[in-house]
Structures are given as structure tokens and as C-alpha cells.
């Protein structure tokens, strides 16, 4: 176990879920961009509530996830923290309203 650790294919942590201490909004959201995408991306990553960062194909260029204490924080976080990176030209929220599954299972054969 110890050299899949040192060999970073896996890692052992904690999963909390935000519910029990008291993050009460969490969100998707989809970000359409123009200039220099990794910029933008280095910029969200640096969000201390965007817990999760993906580049993709399709209808938006990243899409990212967001944990928040309420609705409050995320207009904060998103009027404040996202829209004013340069080269954000549009983003679309998907809020949650009820985790129906997750599971960290998917590299088990």
C-alpha cells in the first residue's frame, strides 16, 4: 500500500459531506471562455470553494464545482470571484437539489 502511495495512485482522505457542517449550496457551473483557457482555469482552481475543475468539449469550456454555506455565498462567489477573471464570457449555474449518488468505487475492478 505504501508505494501506491508514494507512487500517487492512490490517496487516502477524508470525505465529508458538506450537509453536516453546514454547507448548504452546492453547485455546477459551466463556463464559456475566450484568450487563454489555462489562465481562466488557474484562476477558478484558486477559488477556495471550487473543489472540482474540468476542461471539456461541448456547449462550455470548463465546468466546474462549487461548495457553499448558502445561497448568499454563491451569488457572492460567482458575482464577485468568477465573473470578474478576464476571459470569463459567460457562466450557467446548476445548483443541487439533492445528491441522489456518489460513489468513489470506479477504479475497482
Same mark, same amino acid.
Given at each position: 500500500?505504501?508505494?501506491?502511495?508514494?507512487?500517487?495512485?492512490?490517496? &487516502?482522505? +477524508?470525505?465529508? $459531506?458538506? #450537509?453536516?457542517?453546514?454547507?448548504?449550496?452546492?453547485?455546477? @457551473?459551466?463556463?464559456?471562455?475566450?484568450?487563454? &483557457?489555462? +489562465?481562466?482555469? $488557474?484562476? #477558478?482552481?484558486?477559488?477556495?470553494?471550487?473543489?472540482?475543475? @474540468?476542461?471539456?468539449?461541448?456547449?462550455?469550456?470548463?465546468?466546474?464545482?462549487?461548495?457553499?454555506?448558502?445561497?448568499?455565498?454563491?451569488?457572492?462567489?460567482?458575482?464577485?470571484?468568477?465573473?470578474?477573471?478576464?476571459?470569463?464570457?459567460?457562466?450557467?449555474?446548476?445548483?443541487?437539489?439533492?445528491?441522489?449518488?456518489?460513489?468513489?468505487?470506479?477504479?475497482?475492478?
Amino acid at each position: 500500500m505504501q508505494r501506491l502511495i508514494d507512487d500517487n495512485v492512490v490517496q &487516502i482522505v +477524508a470525505v465529508t $459531506d458538506p #450537509l453536516t457542517v453546514g454547507f448548504n449550496r452546492q453547485a455546477m @457551473v459551466g463556463v464559456k471562455t475566450e484568450g487563454d &483557457i489555462n +489562465a481562466i482555469a $488557474d484562476a #477558478l482552481a484558486a477559488i477556495a470553494e471550487v473543489d472540482y475543475l @474540468v476542461f471539456t468539449s461541448g456547449s462550455f469550456d470548463l465546468l466546474f464545482e462549487v461548495v457553499c454555506e448558502d445561497d448568499e455565498h454563491l451569488l457572492t462567489i460567482l458575482n464577485e470571484k468568477v465573473r470578474s477573471i478576464p476571459g470569463v464570457r459567460a457562466a450557467e449555474t446548476f445548483m443541487y437539489l439533492r445528491l441522489h449518488k456518489q460513489t468513489y468505487a470506479w477504479g475497482t475492478r
